[in-house]
Nanobody, 114 residues
């Protein structure tokens, strides 16, 4: 099983980006999926999570600005990020619980700067 994250880049403050995370390989279905981020010099932190029943949870700094969603037919999880701020700059990682195992994707860099 592999998770491939994409969609990062450079964006100005106030802008938007959509991250995607595609699961490939011998998978049944994704249970809980999540996005984490790690800023320079800081610990990795949870950004948002979505369960198999589409219950969502968000970190306080991103509530109201970010939206996590999933497309089960495509084995893909998305993170729509709006009203981006410089403090959102980080490497973003996707994470998925598939069967009983947790998988991590390689990160995608998001830089918010003017």
């Amino acid at each position: 099983v592999q998770l491939q994250a994409s969609g990062g880049g450079l964006v100005q403050p106030g802008g938007s980006l959509r991250l995607s995370c595609v699961a490939s390989g011998s998978i049944g279905s994704i249970n809980t999926a999540a996005w984490y981020r790690q800023a320079p010099g800081k610990q990795r932190e949870l950004v948002a999570a979505v369960t198999s029943r589409d219950y969502t949870n968000y970190a306080s700094p991103v509530k109201g600005r970010f939206t996590i969603s999933r497309d089960n037919a495509k084995n893909t999880v998305y993170l729509q990020m709006n009203s981006l701020k410089p403090e959102d700059t980080a490497v973003y990682y996707c994470n998925a619980l598939i069967a009983t195992k947790v998988y991590w994707g390689k990160g995608t860099l998001v830089t918010v700067s003017s």
